[in-house]
Structure formats: C-alpha cells, structure tokens
C-alpha cells in the first residue's frame, strides 16, 4: 500500500506514512523521507535546498504559522494540524505535526514529524482556521 490513497481532491495518508522533515533556521530543507516526498509530489532533490513552504497551501492562515515559529524559536515543541500543498495540482493532505527544536554542530535545526490526523481533528482545524487571519 502507498503512502496515501486519493479522496477527491484530498490525499489521505494511510495510517503507516510517517512523514519527516528538517530545515535550517530560515527554514531551508536540508532533509525529506521518501512519505514526505511520496505525499507531497516532489523528489527529494526538488525539496532538499527549497523554503520548507513549498508545501504551504493558501487555506492555511498565517497565524498558524507564526505561532509555530515563535514557538520553535524559543527552544520548545509545537504540534498542530496542517494543510499542505501537493506539487503542479489542486489536491492537498492534512497532516498532524510535531516539530523539534535540534542543535546539531551548534546550529539550531528543526524536524517535522508528521501523521495521520482523524476526520474530526480536521473538521475541528478547518473550523478554526476559518476564524483565523
């Protein structure tokens, strides 16, 4: 079974994917598995080097993710429900993710764990998103 199966518009990742990322500081991917790349449409070298946004899709409000980075950049962990992009298409795939403030040679990184979320976590952060600027 893949990473995910086709709903519409909407890539529902099976219960298995398990998607990872790390970026830099500014965000930059330095890192992708195979469920991210799978689940977002890319190879891994259209990711690694690009703005981890690439993925951002327009429904998402900006206040999601300020919170998120005030929340890493302070040295602790964030977890919410996100929207994500799928590459050149009008689907998209909602993830529940934790990301983890990492030092590694000094640097401050970050690394996205992402999964599966239920049907009423999403219909919760849709809800809540519309609120939201």
């Not at 086709?6 to 990872?20: C, M």
């Not at 996100?82 to 040679?105: D, H, M, Q």
Request: hydrophobic letters at 35%; glycine letters at 6%; a neutral charge.
């Amino acid at each position: 079974m893949g990473v995910y199966t086709l709903k519409g518009n909407e890539r529902v990742l099976s219960e298995q994917a398990f998607l990872v990322s790390e970026t830099d500081e500014q965000g930059i991917i330095l890192f992708a598995n195979n469920d991210f790349c799978d689940a977002a449409g890319y190879s891994i070298g259209e990711l690694v080097g690009r703005p981890h946004n690439i993925v951002r899709h327009p429904d998402m409000p900006k206040a999601a993710f300020k919170d998120l980075w005030e929340t890493v950049k302070h040295g602790e962990t964030w977890s919410g429900f996100v929207k994500n992009a799928v590459k050149n298409s009008s689907e998209y795939y909602w993830v529940y993710a934790t990301v983890y403030p990492v030092l590694r040679n000094g640097k401050r990184c970050y690394i996205s764990c992402r999964k599966k979320p239920t049907e009423d976590e999403i219909a919760s952060s849709m809800a809540l998103y519309k609120t939201l600027n």
